[in-house]
């Protein structure tokens, strides 16, 4: 229980800087509902990390039905990812970069947080916990379908917003879906002696 506590407060604190650090700053969004809390702030100034806990409960009690392991360790996993979004707030235009540069830098945090958390079958948040599942059904990687939901969820708030700038949020969503990928693949080393 312990290294999932560590996991969760790692993961958590990835994302929460990476999102306010980096992405926050150039009003962009990250996927799934990471992406959905950050386009419904931006419109209607709701504070994402609440916004995020709020959005997952439909999520969760769906996973309590089907699998009860993924729904513990996911809602501890939503919760502290919310409110790291919330206590990270203060960087947002504390970092100077160009946007590619944050882009990159930004969303290879947030995937780091993303994989670890989701390698040790903790979501991060209810699309990531969807993704968990239906990985697990249909045997598709979990990244593929991060991506795939992520994509969808940058094409609405383009259509919302009408901001070009947001396909930037694209090039966040595949090096956030790559690293999920890559992490959750990695089977680990093994040192004989």
């Not at 992406?35 to 709701?46: D, E």
């Not at 360790?73 to 947002?92: D, F, K, S, V």
Request: with cysteine; net charge positive.
């Amino acid at each position: 229980m312990l290294k999932k506590i560590a996991v969760i407060g790692f993961g958590s604190t990835m994302i929460g800087i990476g999102i306010n650090g980096f992405i926050l700053p150039f009003h962009l969004i990250n996927g799934g509902f990471f992406g959905i809390s950050l386009l419904l702030n931006y419109i209607w100034g709701l504070k994402a990390g609440i916004t995020f806990i709020f959005l997952n409960i439909p999520v969760y009690l769906f996973a309590l039905k089907n699998n009860p392991g993924y729904f513990y360790n996911g809602l501890i996993g939503a919760i502290i990812c919310g409110l790291m979004l919330e206590i990270w707030m203060p960087l947002n235009g504390v970092i100077h970069m160009p946007i590619m540069s944050s882009i990159i830098l930004g969303a290879t945090i947030i995937g780091i947080g993303v994989g670890v958390m989701l390698r040790s079958h903790i979501s991060p948040g209810g699309m990531d916990l969807l993704a968990l599942i239906l990985a697990k059904w249909s045997r598709i990687n979990v990244g593929v379908i991060i991506f795939a939901t992520d994509a969808v969820i940058i094409i609405v708030g383009l259509l919302f917003l009408q901001d070009a700038k947001l396909l930037y949020s694209l090039v966040i969503v595949s090096i956030v879906g790559l690293l999920a990928s890559i992490i959750t693949s990695f089977r680990g080393i093994r040192i004989y002696s």
